[in-house]
């Protein structure tokens, strides 16, 4: 029997135990929602701290070496102090041979209320129409029991594992991951010291049904352009018409700051953004995007692009501002003939590569105090969360497309997201190791919203992917490292 | 002795009278500022509805017949229903010789608490240096006591009645004179009928110490611009780069109504703006203003214009554009990618004579809809209250010119108000008679804020002033009908 047929009949009986436990994995993931791992709402903090336990339980039954590393806590803008989560840091195997592969995923969730517009209570992992309906079904605890299972499917089946495995798993990613990066730092020569890669699986596909590698996102700028006339709010009666007033300044600022086409006309801003080549503009052609259905989605009109190849390229590797709203102005219903004294407009611009945030910064600068105003401006940059980019030849990703090839019969379709990943950036930039997006959830999971869910068919088919991905990277790395050998006696 | 002497001795005796009383209409005034007839809060209506029976009671000891009109009642945001307080309409004298003045006053009063920032108890008239600190001393109690103090000295004096009084007291001005209109309307043909001049007494000197005469106000037109690309909020990240997004458009929209030099950019704007002719530019080279003062109580680096001419021009008889705010975009401290699904923006325009306010509402639309965007846009006017304008060679104004040189010994700076003054412009529209603000409060009474007051001096020479005013409206009026009569025996 050849490697290959040998190592798909290894595969054959790997899928099929994983069709066999489907409902031992549905009951795992039913009593993981069962728990109000709500990080943001400070009265279910406790429920988060137990569900790291339960996760490092887990991390245990598997036959890893778990460690609970305390954080310390935080305070909120109330005062209050709270305790944050321990982030759970794993290992299971040693083998020199094997490539070690750390994977990154969060059990705590956005809130939820069933008033809110659920159909079904959020904490209670319910099946209609083969969809698993609750709270944190697809982001995040379907995904890393998945892993987790995929790896249990070895253990059972008494193989050997392919691959060593480290694990990091936290409790605050939806308030913001506090202190990962910082543990990541600390961690970068000693649990990360040995990791060759890491894969996140925290996103959603682009598509309800095909599968999806994800390589790059875009970062996000947030500025604060504050104009003031001076301390007190004035009448339009007894003040309009000889005030400099600071809501006209600033909207005309902000005015100025892109043309009615959705160009940036800040000068200078496109001299970073990387070159489109012949290839990747290829590569947007098979990739299967709804236009239509994501216009009803997002609910509008018309976009500013007619094809798929515009929008994606718009989405993802072109910068884009965005004003969100002003501080200090009047925003309530009705009337108030107010001049406001201070205001804040607040904008964002999603950067791509190859931008410098820091370049940026000065572009912004340098466009804003372009004005003639008697009033005080000020000009902060509060948020400058990088771009992420991967290189979708490396061998992480050759892994995963193979395994998905074998688990869904197609390949996957690469894709980026047009927000920030902040963890996939910061994994990258900390460690200096490959990171790899490994999605198993579809496009209409509603991650953060209402009804959110995971399908049965993607939680088992991306159990299957991981096992088969768990193969797949580690036959690849050791031809790598065969092949390197080789060459060296040659 | 001649008719002039004659009028001179009782002016003395009148003046003397008022002087030697001080202390009694002072202790008048404290009693009144001790009802908290703040007619704003709910909780304190009931004190509204004492304070009006009080004043009621003050008419009718000064002889007059006082009718309570009940307006019935009103709902809140919050679906509480609150009853309205009665108007006073008060009748003394009937003498077909002479003339027949109407006053109007208010004794509802703004909110105020001690910890808000006064030095004293805002219910307790308190008097330091000369001022008589308290809720309401300027507005508009202290004035209504004034008028009535100033009638109260003729009867008390023996003295014939100059002429016949009505007056108009009302408890819901602070809240927008809720019911008042429709009252007017109803007794244009009773109450109203034979009433020759309409006094208010409602607002301030231009100056801290020279008197005024106010002749105009400018108008309010509130324009609220909503633009809206679909049902829910979207994400910066998501949706930023591919959406025509509301904001952007509507930020552009507000741009285009104003430069950098106020001037507004909506066309024909200007055509209904009456001509400056040279006899009313000269009136504001006399008048006592100090740019200096005034910009430093704005709390503003620099005015847009340099000149007091300009300034007042500025602020008194050209319209002026201010932007309030925006309804729907985030207002919060802190970051939020949101790319909001609807946001309204609100303007106001302060509309002078003799501009249209329906000509300018068309103008507000049509420049609005000059737009590229396929988002949905809504322009409305929820406020079109009109200018107001006098004319300042009515017997009216020669009256209290007169009224004032005697008792300040200085000519009245004749002004305008940049705020609207809806209850002129509305009694002057209903009834169709004269209408007049005497003011007797100095600029920096402070009404609306804390530690309102109106100073001894104002407060007593203001009453002088009323007395004097009734002397020679009478006079002036008088002659006015024996003229007619010779001519019409010529």
Redesign the interface.
């Known amino acids: 029997m050849s490697s290959s047929s040998s190592s798909a009949l290894e595969m054959e009986i790997i899928f099929q135990y994983i069709d066999a436990h489907q409902s031992d994995f549905i009951k795992d993931l039913k009593e993981w929602v069962a728990v109000e791992s709500d990080s943001i709402q400070p009265h279910l903090r406790k429920e988060v701290m137990r569900m790291m336990t339960l996760a490092a339980d887990r991390l245990a039954a598997l036959g890893a070496t778990v460690n609970l590393v305390n954080l310390g806590s935080h305070q909120l803008p109330d005062g209050q102090v709270l305790p944050l989560p321990s982030v759970i840091l794993g290992e299971l195997g040693k083998d020199p041979q094997s490539p070690t592969v750390c994977f990154y995923g969060h059990v705590d969730v956005q809130p939820a209320k069933k008033e809110d517009g659920w159909n079904t209570d959020p904490y209670t992992l319910t099946e209609i129409d083969g969809n698993l309906y609750g709270r944190g079904a697809t982001d995040n605890k379907g995904p890393v029991l998945a892993w987790i299972n995929a790896v249990e499917t070895f253990r059972a089946l008494k193989l050997a594992m392919p691959v060593n495995f480290k694990f990091v798993i936290e409790g605050m990613e939806e308030a913001g991951s506090l202190g990962l990066e910082k543990l990541l730092e600390e961690e970068k020569q000693s649990f990360f010291s040995d990791v060759d890669y890491i894969v996140i699986s925290d996103n959603l596909w682009l598509s309800n049904k095909k599968p999806a590698l994800t390589y790059g996102s875009?970062g996000?700028a947030?500025f604060f352009v504050e104009v003031e006339?001076?301390?007190?709010d004035?009448?339009?009666?007894?003040?309009?018409?000889?005030?400099?007033?600071p809501?006209?300044d600033l909207?005309?600022l902000?005015?100025s700051l892109?043309d009615?086409t959705?160009h940036i006309l800040i000068p200078g801003i496109y001299d970073g953004v990387a070159a489109l080549m012949e290839e990747e503009r290829k590569s947007y052609e098979s990739i299967e995007f709804d236009l239509e259905e994501h216009r009803n989605n997002?609910?509008?009109?018309?976009?500013?692009?007619g094809t798929k190849e515009e929008?994606l390229l718009?989405?993802w590797r072109?910068?884009?501002?965005?004003?969100?709203?002003?501080?200090?102005?009047?925003?309530?219903?009705g009337?108030?003939?107010?001049?406001?004294?201070k205001v804040t407009g607040?904008f964002?611009i999603?950067q791509v590569p190859h931008m410098d945030t820091s370049v940026l910064k000065k572009q912004v600068r340098d466009k804003s105090f372009l004005w003639?105003?008697?009033?005080q401006l000020k000009v902060s940059m509060?948020?400058g969360a990088e771009p992420w980019l991967a290189d979708v030849n490396n061998l992480l990703y050759k892994a995963a497309r193979r395994a998905i090839k074998t688990v869904f019969g197609e390949d996957p379709d690469f894709i980026r997201?047009?927000?920030?990943i902040p963890v996939a950036r910061m994994f990258q930039t900390v460690t200096q190791k490959s990171v790899m997006m490994l999605p198993i959830g579809a496009a209409d999971d509603g991650e953060h919203s209402q009804k959110e869910k995971i399908s049965r068919h993607n939680y088992i088919e991306g159990t299957k992917l991981f096992a088969a991905f768990f193969l797949e990277i580690s036959k690849l790395h050791r031809n790598l490292y065969v092949t390197s050998q080789t060459e060296t006696i040659n």
Chains 1, 2 share one sequence.
């Open positions: 875009r996000n947030c006339c001076g301390s007190k004035l009448h339009s009666g007894t003040s309009g018409g000889i005030i400099y007033e809501l006209l909207i005309a902000l005015d892109v009615s959705g997002c609910g509008v009109k018309k976009f500013r692009y929008i718009h989405l072109y910068p884009s501002l965005s004003i969100h709203g002003i501080e200090g102005a009047f925003h309530e219903p009337i108030k003939t107010v001049i406001p004294a607040k964002s999603r003639n105003s008697p009033n509060p948020l997201d047009g927000s920030t």
